[in-house]
């Protein structure tokens, strides 16, 4: 049995639900309605108001003209055929047998069967409390308690430094692994460390012939070797450890060490953007622990395996492919399908409820294709969700630049953290779609004004922590707040803030985190013109103590949002702006409490 005070809690806010302790999941604020169209539903048919049929997946939705209400349900249109009357006695019917609930303030119908509610502004005004008691889980949902997901992301071959293009996938990823989290699924972030292949071996044949280079020893770069700096710098960190002592090591020897020397590397760089893998699943082991090896007799098994013209071939074509592929070369090496194929089949082995994997614009074509493979070996790809990223290229007084690992001509991530910011790097990669090649605008993620999205976002998270300050040092409290005081347009941002599980819950059904960040610049962008007309403290006019009390617990929960929506995206949430040498006057900024 619930406590009393959870009994309470419920009662007062239904969309919010107890669980254990002092910690709250929430229920979008469509669901919370739509469960009352379904009960007026059942209701109806109950009492024999309305025929019985299957109660349909009802859809709530904000009516396009604001002021016909907040949500609205075309619910008599969906039944019609079924109950055989018209949609507006349909509504009116559905109306009359709505259960009573806390938030729902009035019900109207409109033409041609439209159902329009309204918020309760009482209840609206209430939803302050529990915004500041929930903290940093504040719109937390319960769609994924007891399930365990598995995200891939960045995945980079270790070849190289991190490159501006593969950190998309990682913003991408980091994002959907954080928003998954908001839905209390058990999250394991996760890299697929590329420590196999042909792609290795050129790079430890790259960075020996840089270090017998040094040492002034005969050498032949390969032909498709790596040029970049960081090769000629690896070698010279070899030549100051070991001196010669390598001049007769084999290219595997070259190979490991450069791996690990970019390895360690590449973990520093995604540190510095928050990005933080819980597990490195090297690709390597699928071969010593004889994966491949049983993928490949699995295949042969289950009749989806040939031999053709020297080359081991996956019959595709047998589930839908049109061609199909080679995933053993004449040469006896594997093509990326292969240890790609028995890397999923491992993850499905691990049981995972739900698989994401963010990859490049250069895997949308094998991608399908490793589903496939795991489909012919037994297993239901099913809970698989794939999302593919365009290419990313930086743009600067119109010029833009592309980016090859293998040509050493790329910018690094290192690179543009130390030049827009890590808070930058993350929003300006997560705020457009994947499906769309990006140009990251330098200028714009240097500006210090409100045209930077992320200074407009931020700055509404320092203009709250800078009200509370204020009103901290001039002893100014919240307690026994008049929530009724609280006007117009603290009421919209409350129903606006209130949005947030909502685009939490379809960001991730969608496979589209830009959501989150849209919805972010948004709500900053109905702030701050209420923070210049709503004041707690002013030199211009006289604001009553409970006006004050009661707006000062405005700022307060609008603080913790955007906090939550920061932390969501993977950036700081700062309590001063701390980049302000060229901003054009203080009070563009600062506190106006």
Same mark, same amino acid.
């Given at each position: 049995?619930p406590?009393?005070?959870?009994?309470?809690a419920l009662q007062?806010?239904?969309?919010f639900?107890?669980v254990?302790?002092?910690?709250?999941?929430?229920k979008p604020l469509?669901?919370?309605?739509?469960?009352?169209?379904?009960?007026?539903l059942r209701?109806?048919?109950?009492?024999?108001s309305?025929?019985?049929?299957?109660?349909p997946?009802?859809?709530?939705?904000?009516?396009?003209r &604001?002021?016909?209400?907040?949500?609205?349900s075309?619910v008599?249109?969906?039944?019609?055929?079924?109950?055989?009357?018209? &949609?507006?006695?349909?509504?009116?019917?559905? +109306?009359?047998?709505?259960?009573?609930?806390? /938030?729902?303030?009035?019900?109207?119908?409109?033409?041609?069967g439209?159902? =329009?509610?309204?918020l309760? +502004?009482?209840?609206?005004?209430?939803?302050?409390?529990?915004?500041?008691?929930?903290?940093?889980?504040?719109?937390?949902?319960?769609?994924?308690?007891?399930?365990?997901?598995q995200?891939?992301?960045?995945?980079?071959?270790?070849?190289g &430094?991190?490159?501006?293009?593969?950190?998309?996938?990682?913003?991408?990823g980091?994002?959907?692994?954080?928003?998954?989290?908001a839905?209390?699924?058990?999250?394991?972030?996760?890299?697929?460390?590329n =420590?196999a292949?042909?792609?290795?071996?050129i790079?430890?044949?790259?960075?020996?012939?840089r270090?017998?280079?040094?040492?002034?020893l005969?050498?032949?770069?390969?032909?498709?070797?790596y040029?970049?700096q960081?090769?000629?710098?690896?070698?010279?960190?070899?030549?100051?450890?070991?001196?010669?002592s390598?001049? *007769?090591a084999?290219?595997?020897?070259?190979?490991?060490?450069a791996?690990?020397?970019?390895?360690?590397?590449?973990?520093?760089?995604?540190?510095?953007?928050n990005?933080?893998?819980?597990?490195?699943?090297?690709?390597?082991?699928?071969?010593?622990?004889?994966?491949?090896?049983?993928?490949?007799?699995?295949?042969r098994?289950?009749? /989806?395996?040939?031999?053709?013209d020297?080359a081991?071939?996956?019959?595709?074509?047998?589930?839908?492919?049109e061609?199909?592929r080679?995933?053993?070369?004449? =040469?006896?090496?594997?093509?990326?399908?292969?240890?790609?194929?028995a890397y999923?089949?491992?993850?499905l082995?691990?049981?995972f409820?739900?698989?994401? *994997?963010? /990859?490049?614009a250069d895997?949308?074509a094998?991608a399908?294709?490793?589903?496939?493979?795991?489909?012919?070996l037994g297993?239901?790809?099913?809970?698989? +969700?794939?999302?593919?990223?365009?290419?990313?290229?930086?743009?600067?007084?119109?010029?833009a630049?592309?980016?090859?690992?293998?040509?050493?001509?790329?910018?690094?991530?290192?690179?543009?953290?130390?030049d827009?910011?890590a808070?930058?790097?993350?929003?300006?990669?997560?705020a457009q779609?994947?499906?769309?090649?990006?140009n990251?605008d330098?200028?714009?993620?240097r500006?210090q004004?409100?045209?930077?999205?992320?200074?407009r976002?931020?700055?509404?998270h320092?203009?709250?922590?800078g009200?509370?300050?204020?009103?901290?040092?001039?002893g100014?409290?919240?307690?026994?707040?008049?929530?009724?005081?609280?006007?117009? *347009?603290?009421?919209?941002?409350?129903?606006?803030?209130?949005?947030?599980?909502?685009v939490?819950?379809?960001?991730?059904?969608?496979?589209?985190?830009?959501?989150?960040?849209?919805?972010?610049?948004d709500?900053?962008?109905?702030?701050? &013109?209420?923070?210049?007309?709503?004041?707690?403290?002013?030199?211009?006019?006289?604001?009553p103590?409970p006006?004050?009390?009661?707006?000062?617990r405005f700022?307060?929960?609008?603080?913790v949002?955007f906090?939550?929506?920061?932390?969501?995206?993977?950036?700081?949430?700062?309590?001063?702006?701390e980049? +302000?040498?060229?901003?054009e006057?203080?009070?563009?900024?600062?506190e106006?409490?």
């Open positions: 049995m406590t009393r005070a959870a009994q309470s007062c806010t239904p969309i639900i107890p254990l302790g002092e910690q709250q999941t929430v469509p669901l919370a309605f739509a469960a009352l169209v379904g009960q007026a209701n109806a048919q109950a009492n024999g309305l025929p019985t049929f299957p109660i997946e009802l859809k709530i939705e904000p009516p396009k &604001p002021e016909h209400g907040d949500y609205a075309a008599a249109l969906q039944v019609q055929k079924l109950v055989g009357k018209p &949609p507006m006695q349909i509504a009116e019917i559905v +109306r009359a047998h709505l259960p009573s609930a806390p /938030f729902l303030g009035s019900a109207e119908i409109a033409p041609p439209f159902l =329009n509610f309204r309760e +502004r009482t209840w609206l005004a209430a939803q302050l409390d529990y915004i500041i008691a929930a903290g940093e889980r504040v719109f937390q949902q319960p769609d994924g308690a007891g399930k365990r997901a995200v891939e992301y960045v995945s980079a071959n270790p070849t &430094p991190l490159s501006v293009h593969r950190i998309r996938g990682g913003v991408i980091d994002t959907i692994a954080n928003l998954l989290e839905l209390s699924y058990d999250v394991t972030r996760e890299y697929y460390y =420590n292949g042909q792609q290795m071996n790079l430890g044949a790259s960075v020996q012939a270090y017998l280079e040094m040492l002034g005969p050498h032949t770069f390969p032909e498709n070797g040029r970049g960081y090769i000629r710098m690896i070698a010279a960190t070899l030549a100051a450890i070991y001196g010669d390598l001049r *007769d084999p290219i595997e020897r070259f190979r490991q060490l791996s690990e020397s970019i390895f360690y590397r590449l973990k520093n760089s995604m540190r510095r953007v990005i933080v893998h819980d597990v490195f699943f090297l690709e390597n082991s699928l071969y010593e622990d004889g994966s491949v090896a049983e993928t490949i007799a699995a295949l098994a289950r009749g /989806f395996a040939y031999e053709h020297g081991l071939w996956f019959k595709s074509t047998a589930l839908g492919d061609k199909d080679v995933i053993v070369k004449r =040469n006896g090496e594997p093509t990326y399908r292969l240890p790609d194929i999923h089949r491992n993850k082995e691990r049981g409820d739900l698989i994401v *994997d963010v /990859f490049g895997h949308a094998t399908p294709q490793v589903l496939l493979g795991v489909k012919a297993y239901d790809p099913a809970c698989v +969700r794939t999302i593919i990223h365009q290419m990313v290229e930086l743009v600067e007084g119109g010029e630049r592309r980016m090859s690992t293998r040509r050493g001509d790329f910018v690094e991530l290192d690179e543009l953290v130390d827009v910011g808070d930058a790097v993350r929003y300006f990669m997560l779609s994947p499906n769309t090649a990006m990251f330098l200028d714009l993620a500006a004004g409100d045209e930077n999205p992320v200074y976002i931020q700055n509404a320092v203009r709250c922590a009200i509370l300050r204020r009103t901290a040092e001039r100014l409290s919240d307690a026994n707040a008049d929530l009724s005081l609280l006007g117009d *347009d603290e009421l919209a941002f409350i129903k606006k803030m209130l949005e947030t599980p909502e939490i819950s379809r960001a991730v059904a969608e496979m589209q985190p830009q959501a989150l960040a849209v919805f972010a610049l709500l900053a962008g109905m702030f701050h &013109p209420i923070y210049d007309r709503v004041r707690v403290l002013s030199d211009q006019e006289e604001i103590g006006m004050a009390a009661a707006r000062l700022y307060k929960a609008a603080k949002v906090a939550r929506l920061l932390k969501l995206m993977g950036m700081s949430a700062p309590e001063i702006m980049r +302000r040498a060229k901003s006057s203080p009070d563009a900024v600062t106006n409490a």
